[in-house]
């Protein structure tokens, strides 16, 4: 007797007692390029495609992020928030997740940093769903290298000023 009392207790705290157990499974965060490189002064854009498998039982909601960087680095995260509130199981993203400044006068090397979405079942959830590193080469800007191009023109362009030489020579030469 006792047995079947408590037998009923719990199905009856369990069908009407209990809120039932939604849980979000997770999601794959993926960058583009986990390495950019950049000069001093420059702005690098991380894009990223984000995933919730069709194995997730529940939507997942994307609630919040969180960063850590290297300093004098800074990391702009406001291209985070034009992600989806939320992904249904099969449901992507891909585009910019966040940006990063190169100080004017930062050292010359290597960045590390690391990006993570929190979220979960619901608005208010804010567990870690997924991680990713990425690194940051500050380097020296590159000079640019002409285009083939550019050296058509600029012979063109000598060329031209020679024949006008030769021709306003030769229009001395018969004056005199």
């Known amino acids: 007797m006792k047995t079947m ?14 809120p039932a157990a939604s849980f979000a499974d997770s999601i794959h965060l993926t960058l583009s390029a986990p390495t950019l490189s950049g000069a001093p002064g420059d702005t690098v854009t991380f894009d990223a495609t984000v995933t919730a498998p069709l194995t997730n039982a529940v939507a997942v909601f994307l ?8 300093t004098p680095l800074t990391l702009d995260d406001s291209d985070f928030f034009n992600l989806p509130l939320s ?8 585009g910019a997740l966040f940006t990063v400044s190169i100080p004017n006068g930062a050292s ?4 590390l940093g690391s990006f993570a979405i929190l979220g979960g079942a619901d ?6 769903l997924a991680s990713a590193s990425f ?10 290298v002409p285009e083939p191009g ?20 030769w229009m001395y030469e018969r004056r005199s």
């Open 150 to 169: 550019s050296f058509v023109l600029m012979a063109m362009g000598l060329g031209a000023m020679a024949v006008i030489g030769k021709k306003r020579r």
């Open 87 to 94: 992904l249904n199981p099969g449901d992507s993203y891909t």
């Open 5 to 18: 009392i408590l037998t009923l207790a719990l199905f009856a705290l369990t069908a009407f007692g209990l």
């Open 108 to 111: 010359l090397g290597a960045y």
């Open 63 to 70: 609630n919040s992020d969180s960063f850590n960087l290297d």
């Open 123 to 128: 608005g208010g959830v804010q567990d870690l």
């Open 135 to 144: 690194t940051v080469d500050a380097a020296t800007a590159t000079s640019a």
